[in-house]
């Protein structure tokens, strides 16, 4: 049975529609874990097991996201997903992973996720995204994303798309 957002105590706080310093920087805590990760394994050995997917439940893991990669990346799937990253995109606590992702995620960040998630099948690296979209009620939304590229084993032709992704809403200047 999938966890309900009301099971994580730790989320309190977290669902302004602002976001605090600590989201802003969800991007810059993966990339120092995927840092750890490599050093442990190394860069080519990263899979699906040494992320640690159980812990998906975890506060960690909260803007967090991994998408099967499709070599057509508009064919992509949100496989994982943290309750503050559905949340934060409006989407359900629980992907649907018979759609592409890109008739999931809010038209504004699309082309976002392609892009990433292109960079990081081609050059099979971190790839870190920010910038700052258009919203409809005229505010502005920034945002920073990371895509890190994880195999099912080593040197593996599947790719995922790991990732941490953050926003927050300002009036335009």
Known sequence: MAAETSDFSWIEGW????????????????LAYWERKAQEFGEENITIASIDIGNMNTREWSNRFLISVDPVVERSALLLYGPRFAKTLSLP????????MMRQLPNRYASVFLQGCGEA???????????EVE???????????????????????????????????????
């Open 135 to 173: 919203r409809y009620d005229d505010r502005l939304e920034q945002y920073r994303v990371v895509f890190v590229p994880v195999g099912v084993k080593p040197n593996s032709l599947t790719c995922f798309a790991f990732g941490a992704f953050s926003n927050r809403v300002i009036d335009r200047p």
């Open 121 to 131: 099948l081609r050059q099979m690296q971190a790839v870190r995204l920010e910038g």
């Open 15 to 30: 669902e302004t529609a602002e976001s605090s310093g600590r989201d802003r920087r969800e991007a810059e805590r993966l």
């Open 93 to 100: 606590e629980q992907p649907r992973m018979d759609l592409p």
